[in-house]
């Protein structure tokens, strides 16, 4: 069994900068991938992105909405994955959470609230 916990949410202004953060309860280094998604009140969850581990590096992926202002990563030796979060905007405002992939198996934290005023 997998746990997941996200933290680093909270209040910010427009055009500020958080960072979230997924400690796992144990090894990252088994995972396939890893990600990052959301869900603002009245709508359904989103991804906003995703790293995967290879051989040569990682790969990562984002939605198009936050391409250019978030930055995904991860520290294997920390258990933890990242999400930088710049130049925020009120539409950035839901609840995110981690995901973490192995095979057909599929974990989520419980979430942290970001919400960003205008």
């Known amino acids: 069994q997998v746990q997941l916990v996200e933290s680093g949410g909270g209040l910010v202004q427009a055009g500020g900068s958080l960072t979230l953060s997924c400690a796992a309860s144990r090894s990252i280094r088994i995972f396939n991938s890893m990600g990052w998604y959301r869900q603002a009140p009245g709508k359904q969850r989103e991804l906003v992105a995703t790293?995967?581990?290879?051989?040569?590096?990682?790969?990562?992926n984002y939605a198009d909405s936050v391409k250019g202002r978030f930055t995904i990563s991860r520290d294997n030796a920390k258990n933890t994955m990242y999400l930088q979060m710049n130049s925020l905007k009120p539409q950035d405002t839901a609840v995110y959470y981690c995901n973490a992939q192995i095979t057909i198996n599929d974990y989520w934290g419980q979430g942290t609230q970001v919400t960003v005023s205008s």
């Open positions: 790293i995967t581990v290879i051989t040569a590096g990682a790969t990562t």
